[in-house]
């Protein structure tokens, strides 16, 4: 069974700075796609960022970057110069194709504050 | 225009009672899901509807049983509701993926309280 580790559950940062959230999984499948969610104080879940396993190459979308080492079972999401919108819980999520559907397993979350 | 809506956003009810909560999504996807989220804000998937099947079924107790009337609906039922069945619950839909994942829509949650 896969499993999501989520091993700092707050962290907080002063505005402009750049954080790194951590996050390790354990799957014994090759292919397969990771994502981290941002869940603000709305409860609303929001797709930030996502990686294909079989590509080397780290994913960025904007402000927002992943640390992705395949071998090292890791997938890190660091988020520069950040703002206070980005305060959030901040999930990170295995993903599993089961027929036409998808699985996320997701981790424990990390609590995120941006302070002024 | 909502892409997944959830009605109702906040329930409260009391022990024994059976609730339902309604899902739509206006995406035109063929698969719908229910998540919970606990008082620990832990996420975990409950069911996956794809054209109206059922796909993923967790272990789940049975007095939780999905409906889907089209692909467009999945509803959630609950009976004789249990205190700790009190949590936040999603849905979500996505697009059939056999291209590769799509993003994964997810509502605004019912908020559940069992009391």
């Known amino acids: 069974a896969q499993t999501v580790t989520q091993s700092q559950p707050e962290m907080s940062v002063q505005e402009a700075e750049t954080v790194t959230l951590s996050c390790t999984y354990d799957?014994?499948?090759?292919?397969?796609?990771l994502f981290w969610y941002k869940q603000p104080p709305s409860r609303q879940m929001i797709l930030v960022i996502r990686q294909e396993a079989y590509k080397q190459q780290n994913a960025t979308e904007n402000r927002f970057s992943v640390n992705f080492q395949k071998a090292a079972k890791s997938f890190s999401l660091k988020i520069s110069d950040s703002q206070l919108g980005d305060t959030a819980m901040y999930f990170c999520?295995?993903?599993?194709?089961?027929?036409?559907?998808?699985?996320?397993?997701f981790g424990q979350g990390t609590r995120l504050t941006i302070n002024p | 225009d909502t892409a997944v809506s959830q009605t109702p956003k906040y329930l409260v009810t009391q022990m024994g009672n059976d609730k339902s909560i309604k899902c739509e999504q206006n995406?035109?996807?063929?698969?719908m899901y229910w998540y919970k989220q606990d008082s620990k804000k832990f996420l975990k998937i409950m069911f996956s509807y794809n054209n109206k099947e059922l796909i993923i079924n967790e272990t789940v107790p049975n007095r939780f049983s999905p409906k889907s009337p089209d692909k467009a609906h999945l509803n959630l039922h609950i009976n004789s509701l249990e205190l700790g069945d009190s949590a936040v619950y999603f849905c979500?839909?996505?697009?059939?993926?056999?291209?590769?994942?799509?993003?994964?829509?997810f509502g605004e949650g019912s908020w559940l309280t069992v009391v």
């Open positions: 999520a295995f993903m599993k194709r089961i027929q036409g559907a998808q699985k996320l397993v």
């Open positions: 979500a839909s996505s697009q059939d993926l056999y291209r590769g994942p799509d993003t994964i829509y």
């Open positions: 995406l035109g996807h063929d698969t």
């Open positions: 799957t014994s499948e090759n292919n397969y796609y």
